[in-house]
């Protein structure tokens, strides 16, 4: 079995009470159900897709949703599938069922394997699902947990049918220009001061089907990059799965933004293996990192030959100046030890030379080593994570926020440095 399939008692062909799917379909619309007006009207966002004897119930839900929550037990409760497919791969599945997961990882690894970027993005997008959740009193990923516990309890086959969020992240993070990616990251960061409140009412609108297509437009016009890998192509991902999970009934669990595409895609062939590609950098983004050190090590040379020696100096210091004063005063923005960021600053001025070492992973490795993050902070970097206050209180996160800002700050000092460089070769 796949690691993208959990493993239950085998769900037999059922009927239930001898009911149709007609007429299935209408008990989860009756009005005269003993629901809430509230609840009936959530029933909406559920969509019956048929092929053949073959029944998928698609649950359209938000992820901070109460509501969403009581969808998904019923349509499960009176569906009876023999699969349950949820919008979760291997990473957020381990994720949201093991609490403990956070204790096990190692700070230095994280560091050494370069993951700083991802688990940071991975931090900033759950810390603005949890203030949500906090505001609603639900926590993010409530109806997966939901969907996941009535599987095991009626049998089911619980299906992982979401593409992995690393390769998610990096094909969007690739199809990025850097403007795009300085406007993605400001927006993601500005997440932290968005303090407009949210109420259930307002989840619910934002199942339905034209909010949807207005928000989806939104991001379209902003990021017309990010819609595609982030929404596009897991819609066919999640259908694919869906529509090859066993049984006769299966219920599948998404956000609501992923139902519309999900439809379109449905009975299409989908290949896989082509979306789980992770896509080279563009040619000139790839190379732009040998190119910029093999033109200020050119321009050393130049300037040697040039002045048999004199001025070489000058450059040196245009070089190292900026490199390592940015990587340092970036790194106690970030609130490093002062050893840390006197590793920034020495650092820097080599590493920029070196495309294959970062500034970051040299100073994240002595900022853990100082800091050294505790089983506690581990505990509560989700919580901590929450607000910008946390996120530098937590020893864990502190070392992660170091780490970027060093090598953000060191990757704008090789920028200034080598344009200093070249303006001194002018005659």
């Known amino acids: 079995m796949g690691s993208d399939e959990r493993e239950g008692p085998p769900g037999e062909p059922r009927e239930i009470d001898g009911r149709s799917v007609a007429e299935l379909r209408g008990a989860l619309d009756d009005p005269a159900s003993p629901r809430s007006d509230a609840n009936r009207r959530s029933k909406d966002s559920v969509t019956v897709l048929e092929d053949g004897g073959r029944v998928i119930y698609v649950v359209g839900t938000a992820h901070v949703s109460r509501q969403s929550v009581v969808d998904v037990e019923e349509v499960i409760d009176e569906v009876r599938p023999d699969a349950v497919c949820v919008e979760l791969d291997e990473n957020r599945y381990q994720a949201l069922v093991d609490e403990d997961r956070w204790k096990r990882l190692d700070i230095f690894e994280v560091i050494r394997q370069r993951r700083v970027p991802f688990l940071l993005a991975m931090l900033v997008l759950s810390a603005h699902q949890s203030r949500i959740g906090e505001r609603l009193g639900v926590r993010p990923g409530a109806e997966m947990l939901a969907a996941i516990r009535k599987a095991r309890d009626q049998g089911a086959r619980l299906v992982l049918a979401d593409r992995d969020v690393q390769v998610t992240i990096k094909r969007t993070w690739r199809r990025l220009s850097l403007w795009e990616r300085l406007k993605l990251a400001s927006a993601l960061l500005g ?102 050190p093999a033109i200020v090590l050119a321009a050393f040379y130049v300037g040697f030959r040039r002045h048999a020696g004199e001025g070489l100096s000058e450059m040196l210091w245009a070089w190292f100046l900026p490199n390592s004063i940015l990587a340092a005063l970036f790194s106690l923005a970030a609130g490093s030890r002062l050893l840390s960021a006197l590793a920034a600053f020495v650092a820097s001025p080599i590493t920029s030379l070196n495309p294959t070492l970062a500034a970051g992973m040299v100073v994240g490795l002595v900022e853990a080593w100082l800091r050294r993050p505790t089983v506690e902070d581990c505990q509560r970097v989700r919580e901590d994570a929450v607000t910008l206050r946390g996120l530098y209180r937590n020893r864990f996160t502190r070392v992660l926020l170091v780490s970027a800002m060093a090598s953000l700050g060191s990757a704008l000092g090789g920028w200034i440095g080598a344009t200093w460089v070249l303006s001194l070769l002018r005659p």
Do not use: C, Q
């Open 191 to 292: 997440g932290f001061f968005d303090r407009e409140p949210i109420t259930e009412e307002h989840l619910e609108e934002l199942k339905e089907g034209a909010r949807l297509d207005d928000l989806l437009r939104e991001l379209s016009l902003a990021f017309p990059n990010v819609k595609e890998p982030l929404i596009d192509e897991r819609d066919r991902y999640l259908m694919s799965k869906v529509f090859e999970a066993p049984g006769e009934r299966i219920v599948a669990v998404v956000g609501a933004a992923h139902v519309p595409g999900m439809v379109e895609a449905f009975g299409r062939h989908v290949d896989r293996d082509a979306l789980d590609e992770i896509p080279r950098s563009r040619g000139w983004f790839s190379l732009l990192k040998w190119i910029l």
